[in-house]
T-cell receptor
Framework: GQQLNQSPQSMFIQEGEDVSMNCTSS?????WLWYKQDPGEGPVLLIA?????ELTSNGRLTAQFGITRKDSFLNISASIPSDVGIYFC??????????FGTGTSLTVIP | DVKVTQSSRYLVKRTGEKVFLECVQD?????MFWYRQDPGLGLRLIYF???????EKGDIPEGYSVSREKKERFSLILESASTNQTSMYLC???????????FGDGTRLSIL
């Protein structure tokens, strides 16, 4: 299957700081998704991106579909304790199958 | 809101047993998916279905089969459970055409 490189693997930040993470692929993707997973729960969709260059916000979260179509970025502004969790990117080439990154574990220190 | 319901949150079975994991979605989605999630490996696709009675293999189908007799229900079957199938199993559904997937809460399966 396709390999998505998600970085960083983990982050430890102070409450109030901004967070940036990214996902890269060797292939051109047509869709990028970003999910958050809390411990013991299923991933929850945060943002969906369907066009190259697209920039979409969801509250304090902003994600971008890279112009090369091989990468995507997620930013979280002014982090709060409930932002703790694992963030996954997912990309789609064609058809219905998505490929997932290995996740970024975020810890917010109050 | 989309609701994807997995029948069990936790399940413990013995090696060699036939195991059924059930998933139901309430949004009339065409597509349904089964993943397993392991530490450091992310989510890996086992099987997916784009219509009733239709199925396609994902990246790791060995040791698994699936059934989709009704549009809202997608079952994952472990034909003869083995210890290396101990994992978190996630079901998801979506509209056709590569739209965003919505996940259930997962089933944590332990094979002893």
């Amino acid at each position: 299957g396709q390999q998505l490189n998600q970085s960083p693997q983990s982050m430890f930040i102070q409450e109030g700081e901004d967070v940036s993470m990214n996902c890269t692929s060797s292939s051109i993707f047509n869709t990028w998704l970003w999910y958050k997973q809390d411990p013991g729960e299923g991933p929850v969709l945060l943002i969906a991106l369907y066009k190259a260059g697209e920039l979409t916000s969801n509250g304090r979260l902003t994600a971008q579909f890279g112009i090369t179509r091989k990468d995507s970025f997620l930013n979280i502004s002014a982090s709060i304790p409930s932002d703790v969790g694992i963030y996954f990117c997912a990309g789609r080439l064609t058809g219905n199958q998505f490929y997932f990154g290995t996740g970024t574990s975020l810890t917010v220190i109050p | 809101d989309v609701k994807v319901t997995q029948s069990s949150r936790y399940l413990v079975k013995r090696t060699g047993e036939k195991v059924f994991l059930e998933c139901v979605q309430d949004m009339d989605h065409e597509n349904m998916f089964w993943y397993r999630q392991d530490p450091g490996l992310g989510l890996r696709l086992i099987y997916f279905s784009y219509d009733v009675k239709m199925k396609e293999k994902g990246d790791i189908p060995e040791g698994y089969s699936v059934s989709r007799e009704k549009k809202e229900r997608f079952s994952l079957i472990l034909e003869s459970a083995s210890t290396n199938q101990t994992s978190m199993y996630l079901c998801a559904s979506s509209w056709a055409g590569g739209m965003a997937q919505h996940f259930g809460d997962g089933t944590r399966l332990s094979i002893l």
